[in-house]
Each structure stands twice: as C-alpha cells, then as structure tokens.
C-alpha cells in the first residue's frame, strides 16, 4: 500500500474514534444537563448559622407575595395539591394559610378570583372582580369577615409598604414622577412622612452610576436629566405641622444610585433605611429612625464575603441582620450578629424574605435546583422559614 494511502487510511481511523469520542461527550453533557440535581444547602469555608432552616415542603408560586398575618400564620399561593401538579398549576393559584403554631393549612379562596394585596395586624387588603359590574371590587378585614373597601377616588392607591390602606398616589413611592417641584411629601406609615426639599448632582456617584455618563454625547437632554446620578435632601416629620428633623442621609433619588428601601419593623417601631448595592469601597449605609424622629446610624462589617456589586437586601430580625444577596454572585443568605457573619442558606431564595411582626420569624421561597429557577413547576421550590427565637416551635 502507499505511503500516502497508509497516513490516509490512519487519519480516517483517528478521526472515526475522534467522532465517537465527540458523540459520548455530547450524551453525557445532555445528561447532565437534564439531571435535577440537588444542591447542598451551605457552602465551604464560611461558618453557619445554628438557626435551623425548616422546609414545610409545600410548593409554592415563584411570583406572588408571602405574607405575614399575624405572628404564626403565614399566606402564600400554591394549589391544591401543594406540589406542582401540572393540571393544578395550570388550572389556577390558592391562596394558602399555614399556621406554624399547629401546622394546620387552610385556603382561603383562588388568588385569581380574590388578589390578597397586602396584610398588616390580621387585617388584609383584597381585591375581587365582580361579575355583574364587570369591574372589580375591594374589601378588607380579617380572612373571612371582609368587607367592602371602596376606593374614595380615583386618585387614591393601596399603600402596599406600610399602612395597607387608601393614600393619595402622589404621597405614594410608586406613583411619584421624575419632574416634580420641591419641596414633595413621601408618607410612611399613621401620620409619619419624608418631605424632600432640595436636589443636587451627586458628586461622587457609585460605580454602577458612573457609566451613564461615558457617552452623554449620544444621549438626548431630557435623558441626560433622567439618568445623571443626583442626590437629594430630606426631612422627618412625626405628624404634618411638627418639628421636622432633617436625615444625614443622601438619597439617591429617581436615579437610583444610591437609592434607600426603607422598612418599618413592628417590633422595634422604628423605620430602618439602608443602600441595595453592596462595594468593596463603599461599607452598606445603614440608619434606624424611630417614630419621634431619633436618628441611630447602624455600622455594618466594612469587608464582606460577597463579591463587589452585588444586589443586597436587609431584613432586620431578633437576633440581627438576615442579608440576602444576588446579582453578581450565586444568590446566598447571611445572617449579621453582633458584627459577625454566618451563612444562614445557599442557593436561591426566590422573591422577598417575609418576617414575622415580632422578628421572630423569616420566611421565603427557595430552591435547591438552579437549572429550574425559571420554571413555573420546579418542584423542588418550597416554602422555607427560619426561626430565630428558640422559645417557638415551627410545625
């Protein structure tokens, strides 16, 4: 046989083995990708929390709420069948009531048919369509003694963060506009509000802020006045007509860039503010406020195990901090005692933490399956709660 032939005749068998090779790496990359596995709840090298994470192992919708109506029984929306039955996912969410004080759950009616939109001391705001007008209708009350809650006019909104009850939309967060006159009113919750009064560029905007303005030539004036980074100045007010205290606080306005979510927690009754984005050259910013308008700002841990600019969120409970993070790491949770952190779960939690209104109690939806995050069925999704007073008992 030639030479040539011979080399010829070997490269064919070397790339006929190269094929099968390519085709039993494929099958094992398709198999492994369609494997749901379980992920284990921790991570290497970071201490845990000794609070014990509880998994009721009811599945739960990936999008509604989760509240708290009073400090057992928690709402949430699943179906029927409590597990992601493919007819029961279909045909429809429940509006689901586990009492963790006796592990009873009850349903409290299809969430399609009557939208719980906020909860606050076992009364819950709901709104339903009526079939006869065609349009819907508002009742509010305990679960099952509601009653009708119209609104007063048009130009009132639920206020879904505080009182759960009708305000002006113009003193509402999510109503307010980007061209507004100063000074403008942001209430909180009874008599309490916000009152901004000046605005300025921000002289030293986070980093995320920082890239508008690498090509502002390309931008239109009325975007380049929407997205450059500007701070603004505010005032507390107890009750309209008091003594305002001004805040030590620069927020961040309808930029965002330096943005406060402000929460008030029952138990402390007191409002706490601090920034979503998290640097390693910024430390988190962080304040209680309580209702007569005291001012305490609360110091974080300067260096955390998280990677520089992630998205965080802070939910104060009894024992300290529970911090969720996501955005640029894999999303974990943390809890912050006494300048210590300690991993509290890994791994997805889906939507906002929910705390009990005496901070007892945290709970979430979470997954240990990442490939299924964005599946409406993932079954391995459930309820999970954290308890950290060890006086209670979670069943």
Same mark, same amino acid.
């Given at each position: 046989?030639?030479?040539?032939?011979?080399?010829?005749?070997?490269?064919?068998?070397?790339?006929?083995?190269?094929?099968?090779?390519?085709?039993?790496?494929?099958?094992?990359?398709?198999?492994?990708?369609?494997?749901?596995?379980?992920?284990?709840?921790?991570?290497?090298?970071?201490?845990?929390?000794?609070?014990?994470?509880?998994?009721?192992?009811?599945?739960?919708?990936?999008?509604?709420?989760?509240?708290?109506?009073?400090?057992?029984?928690?709402?949430?929306?699943?179906?029927?069948?409590?597990?992601?039955?493919?007819?029961?996912?279909?045909?429809?969410?429940?509006?689901?009531?586990?009492?963790?004080?006796?592990?009873?759950?009850?349903?409290?009616?299809?969430?399609?048919?009557?939208r719980i939109v906020c909860a606050?001391?076992?009364?819950?705001?709901?709104?339903?369509?009526?079939?006869?007008?065609?349009?819907? &209708? !508002?009742?509010?009350?305990?679960? +099952?003694?509601?009653?009708?809650?119209?609104? %007063?006019?048009?130009?009132? $909104?639920?206020?879904?963060e505080f009182d759960c009850a009708w305000e002006p939309k113009k003193d509402i967060w999510d109503y307010l506009g980007v061209s507004r006159p100063y000074p403008w009113k942001y209430r909180l919750c009874g008599m309490n509000y916000l009152e901004f009064v000046e605005r300025e560029i921000d002289p030293n905007p986070m980093p995320h802020c920082?890239?508008?303005?690498?090509?502002?030539?390309?931008?239109?004036?009325?975007?380049?006045?929407?997205?450059?980074?500007?701070?603004?100045?505010?005032?507390?007010?107890?009750?309209?007509?008091?003594?305002g205290i001004p805040l030590p606080i620069n927020f961040g306005g309808w930029s965002k860039c330096k943005l406060y979510t402000i929460r008030y927690i029952e138990w402390k009754t007191a409002y706490f503010l601090y920034t979503g984005k998290y640097y390693?050259?910024?430390?988190?910013? &962080? !304040?209680?406020?309580?209702?007569? +308008?005291?001012?305490?700002?609360?110091?974080? %841990?300067?260096?955390?195990? $998280?990677?520089?600019?992630?998205?965080?969120?802070?939910?104060?409970?009894?024992?300290?901090?529970f911090l969720k993070v996501w955005g640029a790491q894999r999303p974990n949770a943390y809890l912050i005692e006494d300048d210590k952190i300690k991993e509290l779960i890994k791994y997805p939690i889906i939507g906002r933490v929910s705390v009990s209104p005496d901070g007892c109690k945290a709970a979430f939806a979470h997954t240990t399956n990442i490939r299924k995050l964005a599946f409406g069925n993932d079954k391995d999704r459930t309820i999970k709660i954290i308890n950290f007073c060890k006086n209670e008992v979670i069943k």
């Open positions: 046989m030639p030479i040539v032939a011979l080399k010829k005749s070997k490269l064919l068998k070397n790339v006929l083995k190269l094929r099968w090779l390519i085709i039993l790496v494929a099958c094992l990359a398709v198999a492994f990708y369609f494997k749901r596995p379980t992920l284990p709840l921790f991570s290497q090298g970071l201490s845990r929390s000794d609070y014990k994470v509880v998994d009721s192992g009811f599945w739960v919708s990936p999008t509604r709420k989760i509240l708290w109506l009073d400090n057992h029984r928690i709402m949430f929306q699943s179906n029927q069948t409590l597990s992601p039955d493919r007819y029961d996912y279909e045909g429809g969410f429940k509006n689901v009531v586990w009492d963790t004080s006796d592990g009873t759950v009850s349903f409290a009616g299809s969430w399609k048919k009557s606050k001391e076992d009364q819950v705001v709901c709104v339903k369509m009526d079939p006869l007008k065609n349009q819907t &209708a !508002w009742y509010r009350g305990p679960l +099952g003694y509601l009653k009708p809650y119209p609104r %007063p006019d048009e130009d009132m $909104i639920i206020d879904k920082r890239l508008m303005d690498i090509i502002p030539e390309r931008r239109t004036q009325a975007e380049i006045a929407r997205q450059t980074p500007f701070i603004e100045k505010a005032i507390y007010y107890e009750r309209a007509g008091g003594e390693d050259e910024y430390p988190i910013r &962080a !304040w209680w406020i309580n209702s007569k +308008g005291r001012i305490v700002e609360k110091k974080f %841990p300067v260096k955390l195990p $998280i990677l520089s600019g992630s998205e965080i969120s802070i939910y104060p409970v009894k024992p300290g901090y």
